[in-house]
């Protein structure tokens, strides 16, 4: 009878932490995004492309090691850890990714992000789309 009460109580109190904890305003996505976010009016318009197999496991720009698994991208000028939302224009979706690399080097094109935010924005096989960048939060 005790164990069974142990076991409810655990239960409750599991219950109790995870429906506040929905409340906090929490976002997360693989790539330990964990952090609240802020929306700014900082919003770009133009053409994202992505980038993957050839530099995974390859240092970035910030000195994190390139891994196309996360929701990072490359941007020419936002800083380092800012975290931006991506809209895909043309099909409505959209992921958070971290600014953790400089890029995307060819002219015409606003962010380039991972593998799996490209796969997410559903822009793998085009290799480019139109997209919309806010930043959410700024880098430290």
Known sequence: ????????????LALIFFSTSCLVGYY???GD?????YPTDDVQVGFASWYGKKFHGRPTSSGETYN??????????LP????????????GN??????NDRGPF?????????????????????GI???KVIVLKIGD
């Open 1 to 12: 009878m005790k164990s069974q009460k142990s076991y409810l109580l655990l239960i409750l």
């Open 28 to 30: 997360h996505e693989p």
């Open 33 to 37: 995004l964990y952090d609240m976010y």
């Open 68 to 77: 196309m698994f996360a929701y990072t991208a490359a941007h020419r000028t």
């Open 80 to 91: 380092f850890n800012t975290i931006v939302l991506v809209r895909n224009l043309e099909n």
């Open 94 to 99: 959209e992921v958070r990714v971290k600014i």
């Open 106 to 126: 060819k002219k015409g094109r606003i962010i380039d992000v991972s593998y799996a935010a490209a796969m997410k924005l559903g822009m793998i096989n085009r």
């Open 129 to 131: 789309a139109k997209v």
